[in-house]
């Protein structure tokens, strides 16, 4: 099992984290939107939408519906 942090690491805003499970499962916990504009289009450039490939998630699970947890 492994767990990668992709929002929400010294800030409060963008939670997103990607658990990878052992039979090659991925569980995308929150899709949360990064309220600091300067660092999510630095982000964007860098990355695209997200930092990994989107389709090789096989399940979302929101925490709660806030902005910074659900996305955009």
Do not use: W
């Not at 090659?24 to 939107?33: E, F, R």
């Amino acid at each position: 099992m492994k767990l990668s942090f992709f929002g929400a690491a010294r800030q409060v805003t963008g939670s997103m984290f990607l658990l990878e499970l052992e039979d090659d499962y991925k569980v995308l916990i929150d899709c949360g939107t990064d309220l600091d504009n300067n660092s999510t289009a630095d982000k964007e450039k860098q990355f695209g939408l997200f930092p990994f490939e989107a389709s090789m998630i096989n399940l979302v699970l929101l925490t709660h519906a806030h902005i910074d947890h659900s996305g955009q």
